[in-house]
C-alpha cells in the first residue's frame, strides 16, 4: 500500500529565510505523525504547502503514490486533506449550523447539512447542539465544530495545529479518543503540539524540524519529553534551579472581591476575586481562554480602573484607582496575553518599546526629554540577556517574529525588576530552549523579593513554576493552594466549571 502523503526534497524560502530546506517524510494510511520544532523550525510553512495554502519552490508532494500539486485549500479538500487551525474561525453571532455551512465548498440544504453533522456527531461522540449560538460554547465546544466541519469532507489526512493548547485535561483525553477513532478507520492525522507528553501518548511517529531542516524521525514512545525537546533545540535542555520548601515573606500582592463591569458583548468579567502573593511567591492562575483572564489582567495593571482603591493593594497602599502609570510607580509591571499591538507597538523600533514601559523606572527621561541613549542600552541589555534574535535597538517591533517579540516583551518586564509582576502566557509562541529561559528568569525575580502571579493555560508550565494555583472560570476564582495539593484532574474539572467538594 501506497504511503498516504510523501514529501520528497520540499523547499521554501522567503526573504533572508530558508524556511524549508529539503524536507522529506511520508505518512502512512492510519498512522497518527507528529510534526515537531521550535518557533521557526518551518513546520507552519509544511502544512501550508501541503494544504494549498502556498507553493513549494522546490520538490514534490506525493498523494497516494501519484504526484500532485495542491493549487489552493480548496484542491487538497477535493483531494481529501482537512486541516483544523490553532485560531478558529468563527462567527459568534451565529449559529453551529450557519458556521459550518459558510465552511462547506458545496451548498447543502440546511436539514441536509443537520442530518449529515448529527451523523457524523453519533459516529465519534462529538456532543454538540447545531442549533446552539457559538457565543454560548465553551472552548472545547467550538474546537468541535471545526473538527465536524473537516469530518463532514470525509478526510484521508486531517493536519491538526496546536489542538489542544485550550483545552481542558478532560476535553484533551475526549479529542484524542475522536483521533484514535479516526485513524483505526484509515484517516492518517499529521498533528503539530509543543505537548511532548501528548505526542508521547497519542502518536506512531514524530518528524522533529530544527531551522528549516529535517534531523530527525523517531518513535515517540520509545523517547522522553526531554530527549524530543533537546532534538528540537538541538542542545541540552537547562533544568529550572528553584529551591524546595523556601518561606516567603510578607503579602505584598493583596485582591480583595475584586470585580469588573462587562465591556463588551462576549467579554467575561471577574466577580469577587480574591487572592493574596506574598514576597518571593508565583501564583499560577488556570483556565481555559475567556473565562476573565484578560479582564483580571487589565484590572491588575491598571488599564481598568474600579472604584475601590483597596480592591488592590501593593505593599499595603490601595491602587486600585491608579492608573497604569500610577501602578507602575508602586512596583508593579504586567504583560499581556496580546503582544502584537497591546503589549509592543510593531511600528515603533524596540528602543522606543522599552521607552513605553520602562522609562520612569529606567531613567529614560529627564527635563521632559528622552535620553535615547539609555534606552538604547537597555534594549541592547533585553535582547543580550533574553537571547532576542534582533539587528539591534533600532530594528522595528513588528519585524521580528511572534517567538522573539515575546522574549523581548518579558526580558523588558523582568529586567525593570518590579515588586509586582503579572503575566498573561508568559512563553506562548516560544521554542523549548527559550521557554526554559524565561521559566528560570521569573524564578529568579521570585527569590530576589518579587511577588509574581502567571496566568497561563499550560498546565506542564504553571506546575513546573508555581507555588501555589487557583483557576478561573467564567470570571470567578478557586481558592488558591499549594500547587502540589492539585491533581490535573481536579484542575481539569475546576477548568470546565466544577467548584467545591465535587472537584475532590
Same mark, same amino acid.
Given at each position: 500500500?501506497?504511503?498516504?502523503?510523501?514529501?520528497?526534497?520540499?523547499?521554501?524560502?522567503?526573504?533572508?529565510?530558508?524556511?524549508? *530546506?529539503?524536507?522529506?517524510?511520508?505518512?502512512?494510511?492510519?498512522?497518527?505523525?507528529?510534526?515537531?520544532?521550535?518557533?521557526?523550525?518551518?513546520?507552519?510553512?509544511?502544512?501550508?504547502?501541503?494544504?494549498? %495554502?502556498?507553493?513549494?519552490?522546490?520538490?514534490?508532494?506525493?498523494? #497516494?503514490?501519484?504526484?500532485?500539486?495542491?493549487?489552493?485549500?480548496?484542491?487538497?479538500?477535493?483531494?481529501?486533506?482537512?486541516?483544523?487551525?490553532?485560531?478558529?474561525?468563527?462567527?459568534?453571532?451565529?449559529?453551529?449550523?450557519?458556521? %459550518?455551512?459558510?465552511?462547506?465548498?458545496?451548498?447543502?440544504?440546511?436539514?441536509?447539512?443537520?442530518?449529515?453533522?448529527?451523523?457524523?456527531?453519533?459516529?465519534?461522540?462529538?456532543?454538540?447542539?447545531?442549533?446552539?449560538?457559538?457565543?454560548?460554547?465553551?472552548? !472545547?465546544?467550538?474546537?468541535?465544530?471545526?473538527?465536524?466541519?473537516?469530518?463532514?469532507?470525509?478526510?484521508?489526512?486531517?493536519?491538526?495545529?496546536?489542538?489542544?493548547?485550550?483545552?481542558?485535561?478532560?476535553?484533551?483525553?475526549? $479529542?484524542?479518543?475522536?483521533?484514535?477513532? $479516526?485513524?483505526?478507520?484509515? +484517516?492518517?492525522?499529521?498533528?503539530?503540539?509543543?505537548?511532548?507528553?501528548?505526542?508521547?501518548?497519542? +502518536?506512531?511517529?514524530?518528524?522533529?524540524?530544527? !531551522?528549516?531542516?529535517? /534531523?530527525?524521525? +523517531?518513535?515517540?514512545?520509545?523517547?522522553?519529553?526531554?530527549?524530543?525537546?533537546?532534538?528540537?533545540?538541538?542542545?541540552?535542555?537547562? *533544568?529550572?534551579?528553584?529551591?524546595?520548601?523556601?518561606?516567603? !515573606?510578607?503579602?505584598?500582592?493583596?485582591?480583595?472581591?475584586?470585580?469588573?463591569?462587562?465591556?463588551?458583548?462576549? *467579554?467575561?468579567?471577574?466577580?469577587? /476575586?480574591?487572592?493574596?502573593?506574598?514576597?518571593?511567591?508565583?501564583?499560577?492562575?488556570?483556565?481555559?481562554?475567556?473565562?476573565?483572564?484578560?479582564?483580571?489582567?487589565?484590572?491588575?495593571?491598571?488599564?481598568?480602573?474600579? *472604584?475601590?482603591?483597596?480592591?488592590?493593594?501593593?505593599?499595603?497602599?490601595?491602587?486600585?484607582?491608579?492608573?497604569? #502609570?500610577?501602578?507602575?510607580?508602586?512596583?508593579? +509591571?504586567?504583560?499581556?496575553?496580546?503582544?502584537?499591538?497591546?503589549?509592543?507597538?510593531?511600528?515603533?523600533? &524596540?528602543?522606543? #518599546?522599552?521607552?513605553?514601559?520602562?522609562?520612569?523606572?529606567?531613567?529614560? /527621561?529627564?527635563?521632559?526629554?528622552?535620553?535615547?541613549?539609555?534606552?538604547?542600552?537597555?534594549?541592547?541589555?533585553?535582547?543580550?540577556?533574553?537571547?532576542?534574535?534582533?539587528?539591534?535597538?533600532?530594528?522595528?517591533?513588528?519585524?521580528?517574529?511572534?517567538?522573539? &517579540?515575546?522574549?523581548?516583551?518579558?526580558?523588558?518586564?523582568?529586567?525593570?525588576?518590579?515588586?509586582?509582576?503579572?503575566?498573561?502566557?508568559?512563553?506562548?509562541?516560544?521554542?523549548?530552549?527559550?521557554?526554559?529561559?524565561?521559566?528560570?528568569?521569573?524564578?529568579?525575580?521570585?527569590?530576589?523579593?518579587?511577588? %509574581?502571579?502567571? %496566568?497561563?493555560?499550560?498546565?506542564?508550565?504553571?506546575?513546573?513554576?508555581?507555588?501555589?494555583?487557583?483557576?478561573?472560570?467564567?470570571?470567578?476564582?478557586?481558592?488558591?493552594?499549594? /500547587?502540589?495539593?492539585?491533581?490535573?484532574?481536579?484542575? !481539569?474539572?475546576?477548568?470546565?466549571?466544577?467548584?467545591?467538594?465535587?472537584?475532590?
Amino acid at each position: 500500500m501506497p504511503n498516504r502523503l510523501e514529501l520528497s526534497g520540499i523547499t521554501k524560502q522567503f526573504p533572508g529565510v530558508l524556511a524549508n *530546506d529539503n524536507v522529506s517524510f511520508s505518512v502512512k494510511p492510519g498512522e497518527i505523525h507528529a510534526l515537531l520544532g521550535e518557533n521557526g523550525a518551518g513546520k507552519s510553512t509544511l502544512v501550508k504547502m501541503i494544504y494549498g %495554502i502556498m507553493q513549494p519552490d522546490a520538490g514534490e508532494i506525493r498523494w #497516494n503514490g501519484q504526484p500532485v500539486v495542491v493549487q489552493n485549500p480548496k484542491a487538497a479538500r477535493r483531494l481529501g486533506i482537512g486541516m483544523v487551525f490553532q485560531h478558529f474561525s468563527l462567527f459568534e453571532a451565529m449559529t453551529v449550523l450557519e458556521n %459550518i455551512a459558510l465552511g462547506m465548498d458545496a451548498k447543502i440544504p440546511a436539514r441536509e447539512l443537520e442530518a449529515k453533522i448529527r451523523q457524523v456527531m453519533q459516529t465519534y461522540g462529538l456532543a454538540l447542539d447545531p442549533h446552539r449560538t457559538v457565543a454560548t460554547l465553551s472552548v !472545547g465546544e467550538r474546537q468541535r465544530i471545526e473538527i465536524v466541519r473537516a469530518l463532514l469532507l470525509n478526510p484521508k489526512l486531517l493536519i491538526m495545529d496546536e489542538p489542544t493548547s485550550v483545552l481542558t485535561p478532560q476535553e484533551v483525553e475526549q $479529542l484524542f479518543t475522536v483521533l484514535r477513532q $479516526l485513524a483505526s478507520e484509515g +484517516c492518517s492525522i499529521l498533528y503539530i503540539s509543543h505537548k511532548l507528553y501528548e505526542i508521547k501518548a497519542l +502518536c506512531d511517529t514524530a518528524t522533529i524540524l530544527r !531551522g528549516g531542516k529535517l /534531523v530527525d524521525t +523517531c518513535d515517540p514512545k520509545q523517547e522522553t519529553s526531554r530527549s524530543m525537546a533537546e532534538k528540537m533545540i538541538g542542545t541540552n535542555l537547562k *533544568d529550572i534551579v528553584k529551591p524546595e520548601g523556601r518561606s516567603f !515573606g510578607p503579602a505584598k500582592l493583596v485582591v480583595s472581591k475584586l470585580t469588573t463591569k462587562k465591556a463588551g458583548h462576549f *467579554d467575561v468579567p471577574v466577580n469577587g /476575586v480574591s487572592f493574596t502573593v506574598r514576597s518571593g511567591e508565583i501564583l499560577g492562575i488556570a483556565g481555559v481562554a475567556g473565562n476573565g483572564q484578560n479582564a483580571l489582567l487589565d484590572a491588575l495593571s491598571g488599564e481598568l480602573r474600579g *472604584d475601590d482603591a483597596n480592591a488592590i493593594t501593593i505593599d499595603g497602599k490601595g491602587v486600585g484607582l491608579l492608573d497604569t #502609570n500610577g501602578r507602575r510607580e508602586q512596583g508593579l +509591571c504586567a504583560v499581556p496575553e496580546e503582544r502584537n499591538g497591546h503589549a509592543a507597538v510593531g511600528d515603533f523600533t &524596540l528602543a522606543d #518599546n522599552s521607552v513605553l514601559t520602562a522609562r520612569e523606572r529606567m531613567g529614560m /527621561v529627564g527635563s521632559g526629554l528622552i535620553k535615547t541613549s539609555v534606552a538604547k542600552l537597555y534594549t541592547d541589555k533585553i535582547i543580550a540577556d533574553f537571547s532576542v534574535k534582533a539587528l539591534g535597538p533600532q530594528s522595528l517591533a513588528g519585524s521580528l517574529s511572534g517567538g522573539n &517579540l515575546q522574549k523581548y516583551i518579558m526580558g523588558r518586564e523582568i529586567l525593570q525588576k518590579p515588586g509586582v509582576l503579572v503575566v498573561s502566557q508568559p512563553t506562548w509562541g516560544v521554542d523549548a530552549g527559550a521557554a526554559a529561559a524565561i521559566h528560570q528568569a521569573l524564578v529568579d525575580l521570585a527569590l530576589a523579593g518579587s511577588a %509574581i502571579v502567571v %496566568i497561563s493555560q499550560d498546565l506542564d508550565e504553571l506546575r513546573a513554576l508555581a507555588d501555589t494555583l487557583a483557576v478561573i472560570n467564567m470570571g470567578q476564582l478557586s481558592e488558591a493552594r499549594p /500547587v502540589q495539593d492539585f491533581s490535573v484532574e481536579e484542575i !481539569g474539572l475546576l477548568m470546565g466549571g466544577i467548584h467545591g467538594t465535587e472537584a475532590a
